[in-house]
């Protein structure tokens, strides 16, 4: 049974930093780029973070470059974002998005609210 399951979100001040983690089962991780993606109200689903299958290579959306930082431990079967300098407008449910030529997985989500 695949799975994968978020943990990390929850409120933060402005400014503040929370590391999410998407936890894998159920199929090959270390075959497949790992991928964050956020939606927030009314809003459509965006790319947060990309990494690849070694970890060797990754990338970021315009909105969260030089602030959050995606990696990935392959024997731990676990992909996580480090978010720093957290702004109102990186409110929304965080997912984590498994991907292969042959199939892709979502995680449930878990929400991050950024708030004074």
């Known amino acids: 049974q695949v799975q994968l399951v978020e943990s990390g979100g929850g409120l933060v001040q402005p400014g503040g930093s929370l590391r999410l983690s998407c936890a894998a089962s159920?199929?090959?991780?270390?075959?497949?780029?790992m991928n964050w993606y956020r939606q927030a109200p009314g809003k459509e689903r965006e790319l947060v973070a990309t990494?690849?299958?070694?970890?060797?290579?990754?990338s970021y959306g315009d909105a969260v470059k030089g602030r959050f930082a995606i990696s990935r431990d392959n024997a731990k079967k676990t992909v996580y974002l480090q978010m720093n300098s957290l702004k109102p407008e990186d409110t929304a449910v965080y997912y984590c998005?498994?991907?292969?030529?042959?199939?892709?997985?979502w995680g449930q989500g878990t929400q991050v609210t950024v708030s004074a």
């Open positions: 990494i690849a299958s070694t970890g060797g290579s990754t």
């Open positions: 998005h498994a991907v292969r030529w042959d199939a892709i997985y």
């Open positions: 159920g199929f090959t991780f270390s075959s497949y780029a």
